[in-house]
């Protein structure tokens, strides 16, 4: 009996302040509000990646290099879509920057609670990835 394949569907940030975050992940990533109750937003991604935005408050801690998930990556398959990305990006961080590496051009920002975000172009459905970036690591 063969098994059926489970997919990474969604992700869950916990945020200090959830209308911030709401508007951040709409304006930035076209995400749409599907739910919202209380302190928590269920965000709809293009291409339907669901993003669970709970609020914790400014005193919750976000520690970065421990284990566990530290941040999301984005693709997006066009040259114009990505520099459209950064501009916006750079618009409400002035810390975003660029790079170049195995014929993969990354993006990266972070989100109103300074969770760090990498954007890559093209998508790796496009370009299949053929070495690490090692600002990954950082």
């Not at 200090?16 to 992940?25: E, Q, T």
């Not at 590496?101 to 890559?120: C, H």
């Not at 093209?122 to 690591?137: A, Q, T």
């Amino acid at each position: 009996m063969a098994l059926e394949q489970a997919t990474v569907a969604s992700a869950v940030i916990s945020v200090a302040d959830l209308d911030r975050s709401v508007d951040f992940y709409r304006d930035v990533f076209e995400c749409e509000v599907s739910l919202r109750e209380g302190e928590a937003a269920l965000m709809l991604a293009p291409g339907g990646f669901q993003l669970y935005l709970i609020e914790k408050g400014s005193r919750a801690q976000h520690p970065s290099g421990g284990i566990g998930v530290q941040y999301l990556m984005w693709a997006i398959d066009s040259p114009a879509g990505l520099a459209g990305l950064e501009q916006s990006l750079h618009a409400r961080d002035r810390h975003t920057h660029a790079h170049t590496r195995g014929g993969v051009r990354f993006v990266e920002s972070q989100d109103p609670d300074g969770i760090r975000l990498v954007i890559a172009q093209p998508s790796p459905d496009e370009r299949p990835r053929s070495m690490l970036d090692l600002l990954l690591y950082l």
